[in-house]
């Protein structure tokens, strides 16, 4: 082979030679999964839309070890410890038959920290992504062990006489830090998943937090892996008056003052 053609050969395999060298490089930089799950990937693709992420231990994702009720499991997810400016937080299950949990989208004067209570299928890995503003998601990671059931079990408020009476209250307080507050909140709510026969989808699937004047403070997209009468803990700097407005998929509205 003469020079000529040697060099004709290289040209013709440096695009894959570089594409190659990209993906490596990208694998790389994410690092290995810490869970070693085998449907990471699938959510990955689905949830992420294959955008750039790196597995990063300051999102914290806080969830017992083992679910003593499958049905009302409480995680947190905080990524306060996360550079830059954090735009959205995605959490999903991923061995539940409905994953996602959440998605938050936090202001200037709330907090990247949520807490909540979800359903789990079986024992599954918890995940957290946070998209920072140059575009990285932040993925934070926990296991949950779990006998199973909490998502296919029959509801315990339609258990309830007069349930229908109750539906959207909000019981809830705000609690004053050094540097701002605490909001924590429960709504009365079914939130049925579709899963239980002869029983639709009746969840609540949009929460806003606002100010006085009526502009959001942060956004809550909520899917039927939250457990019934949900519970909520947010953290919000300054001691304005805050208001939450909810929303489930058959057009209901809630609100409430704190």
């Known amino acids: 082979m003469t020079a000529g053609s040697r060099r004709v050969a290289w040209a013709r395999y440096l695009p894959l030679l570089l594409l190659l060298a990209s993906v490596l490089g990208n694998a790389w930089a994410a690092g290995r999964d810490p869970l070693q799950s085998t449907m990471w990937d699938y959510h990955y693709q689905r949830l992420l839309k294959g955008e750039p992420y790196v597995f990063d231990e300051r999102v914290k994702v806080l969830a017992p070890p083992f679910a003593e009720d499958a049905r009302q499991v409480p995680i947190q997810v905080d990524a306060r410890e996360v550079p830059g400016e954090v735009l959205r937080i995605e959490a999903w299950a991923e061995l539940n038959p409905i994953p996602r949990v959440f998605t938050f989208h936090p202001g200037e004067q709330v907090l990247p920290v949520l807490a909540i209570r979800i359903r789990v299928e079986q024992a599954t890995a918890i995940r957290a992504a946070a998209l920072t503003r ?104 300054g001691r304005e008056v805050a208001r939450l407005w909810l929303r489930d998929n058959n057009g209901n509205e809630f609100e409430a003052v704190f």
């Open 134 to 237: 140059d575009g990285v998601w932040h993925v934070g990671s926990a296991r949950v062990e779990a006998a199973g059931g909490g998502c296919t079990a029959p509801s315990v408020v339609r258990s309830q006489p007069g349930w229908e009476k109750h539906l959207g209250e909000v019981l809830g307080a705000r609690f004053q830090r050094a540097d701002g507050s605490r909001l924590r909140l429960r709504v009365s709510h079914p939130m049925d998943n579709g899963l239980v026969d002869a029983i639709p989808e009746f969840f609540l699937n949009q929460a806003q937090l606002r100010d006085e004047e009526g502009q959001a403070l942060a956004t809550l997209e909520l899917y039927p892996a939250v457990s019934e009468n949900p519970t909520l803990s947010l953290e919000l700097q």
